[in-house]
């Protein structure tokens, strides 16, 4: 089959319009010495992208991740980071500078936290009150105290935590982790992202987005109840081969019209997800059920209590999917639920009921299954909260206002460390003061344990080599690694 | 969001939704070109070519390879048809519902769904 190569009415009008001032540029350059050496053609033009397995740059301690992301900002003075000082300072002026974000509802009254905390496992790590299922799996975390991202809003702080940077419209880090290391199955998405019955977070896909990716590296949305990808199911009358047939006929078609696009990569995404699409039939409607799990693994991550059960069935569904070979799953909650400006007291146990258990259980039942070791299990959402009060009316309309200079979140699982507390904040909890470690320090790190040099995960655009980390001076956090 | 994505799901969707409003159109539109030209399948797929994509199938091979899936569906169809119990006065037509899912192809096909 012969075709000639069609000129787009995008490339015609681009070499037309802009043609003739580059021959013009180009020898008033070379009149003036400045011309550099002719750039190698890119590959881009052939550039194929696929979810195949890839070799990391070095020897792997991780090959998959859960990620429980918890937006709104979790409280970090009320679940990790105890701060004697600042109870002794309840309801006092607080003694130095706070960097608040929402000035209207501001005080400066010191919140010393109403919760007791208590060392917990060999290790003696102190966990809150409000986390009692935690507390009992700390020997296999670490706890970071000292995370930072520099910007104290939702929206900054998500591209930080999940981008890299506190700018919008980058890759997030599901899809530079499958751009890094593919897929271990070709018959589930390789980035799968398990939504809340109550919604999606804020900021909605910018969770999950490729960013300026190739498409093929999107997070694939799962819907929070059954059925959780619809349209399994071919009609009755063309199942089996007549799908095959028809599905072969399009890719036919499809790869004929690649062929004379060369280098679109939406159009090569599309034809990934036909193929994708076919194989999930059957092994998605598998991976999401859990009706098979046995009832005791149900009741470890408490599907049986009406509280826990959406987490729980979420987190068994995370596991499953790793055990068959999904690179990188997200657990989300719905809105910004961490988000306690107000009524704390009341709110962040309710918070706490429903996702404690669940998460814990994700730590032993991976454990057991021998898979800790080469999961990361990360519990964090894009920030903290500030040691004083916000919105001073009345003990049960007490909040935080959020805090970014200093925050906690645990990774587990993976070479992280066990039983580990890395980083310090202040004596009131405000910012970060000992081993700080700034969002792209942890995404070096992380990356450091998929095999990856987060110099190197580069992906080529605009002239550039794109990263993760940015060229913002990331630094791998050893002391995280076991 | 939903403009930009292109994961799997939505292929599910594009493959599988029987209550597209989309899949009325394309049973429509294997109406419209075998009522035009019956009996003579080469002709209808030139119309549908110049229906969905605004100009003829100029590469022959495209149309032999739409002929010979029409062929291998209609038994196929023709066979599930025989195998099933259909309600009262349903008269099932699979040469008919072979060229509405070729139908289906083009419509999901890159071709057709991205404007250059």
């Not at chain 1, 020897?59 to 859960?66: D, L, N, Q, V």
């Not at chain 1, 104290?152 to 981008?163: D, E, F, K, P, V």
């Amino acid at each position: 089959m012969n075709r000639p190569q069609l000129c787009s009415r995008r490339h015609f009008l681009h070499a037309n319009g802009f043609g003739l001032g580059t021959v013009a540029l180009a020898s008033l350059l070379e009149r003036d010495g400045l011309l550099a050496a002719p750039v190698k053609p890119e590959s881009f033009g052939e550039m194929r992208y696929d979810l195949t397995p890839k070799k990391p740059h070095f020897e792997p301690r991780a090959k998959a991740m859960i990620s429980l992301f918890m937006m709104g900002g979790p409280s970090q003075m009320d679940l990790f980071d105890p701060k004697p000082m600042l109870t002794k300072y309840h309801g006092q002026k607080f003694p130095g500078e706070i960097k608040y974000d929402n000035l209207a509802q501001a005080s400066a009254k010191c919140f010393g936290s109403p919760w007791k905390f208590e060392k917990q496992g060999q290790c003696g790590m102190e966990i809150s009150e409000l986390l009692p299922n935690l507390s009992k799996v700390v020997d296999e975390i670490t706890l970071i105290r000292s995370m930072t991202s520099g910007v104290s809003n939702h929206a900054q702080g998500l591209y930080a935590m999940n981008g890299g940077r506190i700018t919008a419209g980058r890759p997030a880090l599901g899809s530079w982790l499958t751009y890094g290391l593919g897929s271990e199955t070709d018959e589930l998405p390789a980035y799968m992202v398990l939504s809340h019955p109550g919604g999606l977070p804020t900021f909605q896909g910018e969770h999950f987005t490729n960013g300026w990716l190739p498409a093929l590296f999107q997070g694939t949305l799962v819907r929070p109840t059954e059925p959780r990808i619809l349209n399994l199911d071919p009609p009755a009358s063309l199942a089996g081969a007549p799908q095959e047939r028809q599905l072969a006929l399009l890719k036919a078609f499809n790869e004929d019209h690649l062929s004379q696009h060369r280098g679109e990569l939406d159009l090569q995404a599309r034809i990934s997800s036909y193929e994708l699409a076919a194989k999930m039939q059957t092994a998605a409607k598998e991976a999401l059920d859990i009706s098979k799990e046995p009832e005791h693994v149900k009741k470890l991550y408490g599907v049986d209590n009406p509280i826990t059960k959406d987490y729980a069935t979420r987190c068994i569904i995370a596991r499953r999917l790793v055990e068959r070979g999904v690179r990188y799953v997200q657990v989300l909650n719905a809105g910004q639920s961490w988000d306690q400006h107000g009524s704390l007291i009341t709110a962040l146990p309710k918070n706490c009921e429903a996702t404690d258990q669940p998460s814990a259980a994700l730590i032993s039942d991976l454990k057991q299954r021998g898979l800790l070791d080469t999961t990361v299990v990360h519990w964090g959402g894009e920030m903290g909260r500030l040691p004083v009060l916000q919105n001073d009316a009345g003990r049960e309309k007490w909040g935080r206002d959020h805090n970014t200079y200093g925050f906690s979140m645990w990774v587990a699982g993976g070479g992280f460390k066990k039983g580990y507390v890395h980083g310090e904040t202040d004596e009131f909890g405000h910012k970060a003061v000992i081993d700080e470690v700034k969002h792209f320090d942890y995404h070096a790190t992380l990356l450091k344990l998929f095999g990856l040099d987060h110099s190197k995960l580069t992906y080529k655009r605009n002239g550039l080599a794109a990263s993760l980390t940015d060229n913002q001076g990331a630094k791998v956090v050893d002391q995280l690694i076991a | 969001m939903r403009s930009q994505t292109t994961v799997a799901p939505q292929s599910l969707f594009t493959a599988h939704e029987r209550h597209l409003r989309a899949r009325q159109l394309q049973r429509r539109l294997a109406d419209r070109v075998t009522a035009e030209a019956p009996n003579d399948r080469a002709k209808q797929l030139q119309r549908v070519w110049s229906l969905l994509y605004s100009k003829p199938a100029t590469d022959m091979s495209d149309i032999t390879k739409c002929l010979s899936y029409l062929d291998e569906q209609t038994k196929a169809l023709t066979q599930y048809h025989h195998d099933i119990q259909h309600a009262k006065g349903v008269v099932p037509n699979p040469p008919q519902e072979a060229m509405a899912s070729l139908c289906q192809i083009l419509c999901s096909s890159n071709r057709f769904l991205y404007v250059e």
